[in-house]
C-alpha cells in the first residue's frame, strides 16, 4: 500500500485547506483511513477517521472545523480544514487501517505527510 498526501501550505488563522492523500497498490475502498498529525514536540495524534462506509470521527479539537471524505473511484481520501487556527500547525500523515468493534485501529501504512503552517 503507498499513500501520497499533497494539498499543505502556508495559511493565515481563519483560512482553509484541503488535503487528499491518494492510495495505490491495493483495493482503496476496503480500508478505514485517518488523517494524524504530528506537531513539533509532540505526539502523533489522529484527527480524522472515515470508515469503508463512510462513516467519520473527529478528534475534539478539529470537530465542527475538519471534514474527512472518500472517493473510492479515484482512490482518493480527503481532508477539508477551515476556520484554521496556528495550533493546527504540523505535518498531517493520512493511514490506512480497519475498523474493529472496540474502534480504528491503524496498520503500518503512511504517507510521507505534508506540512500545514498557520500563521497568526
Known amino acids: 500500500v503507498q499513500l501520497v498526501e499533497s494539498g499543505g501550505g502556508l495559511v493565515q488563522a481563519g483560512g482553509s485547506l484541503t488535503l487528499s492523500c491518494v492510495a495505490s497498490g491495493t483495493i482503496f475502498s476496503g480500508w478505514a483511513m485517518a488523517w494524524y498529525r504530528q506537531a513539533p514536540g509532540k505526539q502523533r495524534e489522529r484527527v480524522a477517521m472515515?470508515?469503508?462506509?463512510?462513516?467519520?470521527e473527529y478528534a475534539d479539537s478539529v470537530k465542527g472545523r475538519f471534514t474527512t471524505s472518500r472517493d473510492n473511484a479515484r482512490n482518493t481520501a480527503y481532508l477539508q480544514m477551515t476556520g484554521l487556527k496556528p495550533e493546527d500547525t504540523a505535518v498531517y500523515y493520512c493511514n490506512a487501517g480497519v475498523q474493529t468493534p472496540l474502534g480504528y485501529r491503524s496498520l503500518d501504512y503512511w504517507g510521507q505527510g505534508t506540512q500545514v503552517t498557520v500563521s497568526s
Open positions: 472515515i470508515s469503508r462506509e463512510a462513516i467519520t
